[in-house]
């Protein structure tokens, strides 16, 4: 990574493996219509990149996406419950903890088989509240009371999840938009149009509750579902092109290399280190 964190290298194994297990942000660098190769090696990555490609991209953007949002989802309950049951706490005299999670079963949007199965559901959920927040360093007492200390307290709330951020609901739902365009015609579209243009910078605007994101995207999983069964693309990605490709590109990146071929790889590469064999001994002894 760069120093300002602008810029990720990662060396060429890398990328075919992401590649060839379709991760989502390797497939769309390699595809996304701005993309220009800089030199020979950059060259034949984009003339190799339809390798990549294959039915995986239904688990590896579709089924992701909305196995994600349901964590979004779950995320935003807890944030909520955690702030309520805060609150209970600072009541005198302070609820127990089947009070507690009497009270929490009432306001949770989860069907459970039974009323029991509810609070005892919820009073999970205040175990796993008061031992996070006690890793976190937060609580005097990894139990009841120290949340109990800690609601009174006033003392510092722990910072909302970066996942709740309106932006990672808008990119999911893109993904599996862009998933079933592409399984279905066999070519990625990244742009947005129309209506639905208009709905992903509603969601990227926090102006829909994820929770109403979240029916969207379980709504668009029989499309998902049946442009994967009906799709242009191969089972599986081409292993062999890819290995090729592989074994072409560290050829080339080894030749460079002997050869001093300028570029900051190479030529202008900055010294290795050197450690004297006496130093290294020192160091091992002392070790």
């Known amino acids: 990574m760069s120093a300002d964190g602008s810029s990720t290298y990662w060396e060429v194994r890398k990328l075919v493996h992401q590649a060839l297990r379709a991760d989502p942000n390797t497939l769309e660098l390699l595809f996304v219509p701005s993309v220009r190769a800089l030199d020979e090696v950059g060259a034949w990555l984009l003339e190799a990149r339809e390798a990549f490609v294959s039915k995986l991209l239904f688990g590896s953007f579709g089924r992701y996406a909305l196995s994600q949002l349901h964590k979004l989802s779950a995320s935003q309950r807890l944030a909520e419950h955690r702030d309520a049951v805060l609150g209970w706490l600072c009541e005198e005299p302070a609820p127990s903890l089947v009070e507690l999670g009497r009270r929490l079963a009432a306001i949770s949007p989860r069907a459970a088989p039974t009323q029991d199965d509810a609070e005892h559901r919820a009073r999970l959920y205040l175990k796993q509240l008061?031992?996070?927040?006690?890793?976190?360093?937060?609580?005097?007492?990894n139990d009841l009371e120290g949340l109990t200390a800690y609601?009174?307290?006033?003392?510092?709330?722990?910072?909302?999840?970066?996942?709740?951020?309106p932006k990672n609901a808008y990119n999911l739902l893109r993904l599996i938009e862009l998933a079933r365009g592409w399984l279905s015609t066999g070519m990625p579209t990244f742009a947005a149009s129309g209506a639905f243009r208009d709905r992903l910078l509603a969601i990227k605007r926090g102006e829909l509750p994820l929770d109403e994101v979240l029916r969207e995207a379980e709504a668009c999983s029989?499309?998902?579902?049946?442009?994967?069964?009906?799709?242009?693309?191969?089972?599986?990605?081409?292993?062999?092109?890819a290995d090729a490709l592989l074994r072409k590109i560290h050829v080339e990146l080894a030749r460079r290399h002997v050869l001093q071929v300028p570029g900051p790889w190479f030529g202008n590469a900055p010294p290795t280190l050197e450690v004297s064999s006496g130093t290294a001994s020192a160091e091992v002894e002392d070790a």
């Open 222 to 241: 029989p499309a998902l579902e049946a442009a994967r069964d009906a799709s242009v693309l191969p089972e599986q990605p081409d292993f062999a092109r």
């Open 130 to 141: 008061y031992r996070s927040l006690w890793d976190q360093g937060l609580l005097p007492s």
């Open 151 to 165: 609601a009174r307290g006033g003392g510092r709330r722990p910072p909302e999840a970066r996942a709740l951020r």
